[in-house]
């Protein structure tokens, strides 16, 4: 009886030892990643945070699939929202600027 409750507590020391907590319990699972991209794509992420979505996509493809993704959604729109914008913004002013000088 008490020889297997003193293994048992032995063999739970061992793994908590072999398991340190910044690779067992900080361990990102898809969900918090998907949850924490916009923030790494902004640069918001903390850098404990950042460091578990690297780890994680070096195991997932799904995941890093994902990123790439994102990454080149964001950079679509980005370049669109520019281009828009500063086309927009020159119409504008030309127009406001045809107005004031017709009007
Ligand atoms: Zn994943």
């Known amino acids: 009886m008490t020889?297997?409750?003193s293994v048992l507590s032995e063999e739970k020391g061992r793994l908590r030892d072999s398991c340190r907590p910044r690779s067992c319990v900080n361990e990102m699972d898809c969900?918090?990643?998907v949850e924490a991209i916009t923030a790494y794509?902004?640069?918001?992420?903390?850098?404990?945070?950042?460091?578990?979505?690297?780890?994680?996509?070096?195991?997932c493809t799904y995941c890093t699939e994902y990123l790439e993704q994102m990454r080149k959604t964001i950079a679509r729109l980005g370049t669109?929202?520019?281009?828009?914008l500063s086309h927009d913004a020159r119409e504008q002013l030309l127009v406001a600027f045809r107005d004031w000088r017709t009007g």
């Open 80 to 84: 669109l929202d520019e281009t828009t």
């Open 41 to 59: 794509l902004d640069g918001t992420l903390p850098d404990a945070d950042r460091r578990r979505f690297d780890t994680h996509l070096e195991n």
């Open 3 to 5: 020889g297997w409750s």
């Open 31 to 33: 969900k918090e990643l």
